[in-house]
């Protein structure tokens, strides 16, 4: 595609629902990227996947939080019995997949601003 | 170590000042330092990287500044715009890695 794509781009949930929100990369992209941006703050890692390598899951805040790719395409983020501290918008980035020598650009989607009431 | 610090949090100019975003880092790893521009309601975008091996970066009237002895490296915006109100981030990652260590960001407001 011509770009990353987010959907939905905007969720309101209720309390203790479980959400999904999907993220679909630039067409031959490997790598994927989740962040959480939280209200007029900076951008907080979440979970990194590279092609068929496992993925780096070291910035999850909770096991509430699980995320899936399927081979180098579509990726979901679920958050499981949402609490209102999770409101914030969620980012999805790709890139090319950091062959060596090259320097990483990051393209980003335009988030999913999510409520949780 | 894998911190990048990024002041101010917001900058107020007037329209045709310098804008000034400083970042400091610790990991002598890093060797690339790219820029990203957040317009609210869209998604963080690249403006302009830098590699250590330059001092200075320039595109148009935007300009990395990098000084490695000190591990800091700054943006300057000649000749501010309202079009140039926007968030800003500063990266830091290493070759070959995949994490990309973002600032807090700078939200910056360009009166006309």
Known sequence: GAGVSQSPSNKVTEKGKDVELRCDPISGHTALYWYRQRLGQGLEFLIYFQGNSAPDKSGLPSDRFSAERTGESVSTLTIQRTQQEDSAVYLCASSSGGLAGLQETQYFGPGTRLLVL | ?112
């Open chain 2, 1 to 112: 170590q894998q911190q990048v610090k990024q002041s101010p949090q917001s900058l107020i100019v007037q329209k045709g000042g310098i804008s000034i975003i400083n970042c400091a880092y610790e990991n002598t790893a890093f060797d690339y330092f790219p820029w990203y521009q957040q317009f609210p309601g869209k998604g963080p975008a690249l403006l302009i990287a830098i590699r250590p091996d330059v001092s200075e970066k320039k595109e148009g009237r935007f300009t990395i500044s990098f000084n490695k002895s000190a591990k800091q490296f700054s943006l300057h915006i000649m000749d501010s715009q309202p079009g140039d109100s926007a968030t800003y981030f500063c990266a830091a990652s290493v070759t070959g890695g995949f994490k990309t260590i973002f600032g807090a960001g700078t939200r910056l407001f360009v009166k006309a």
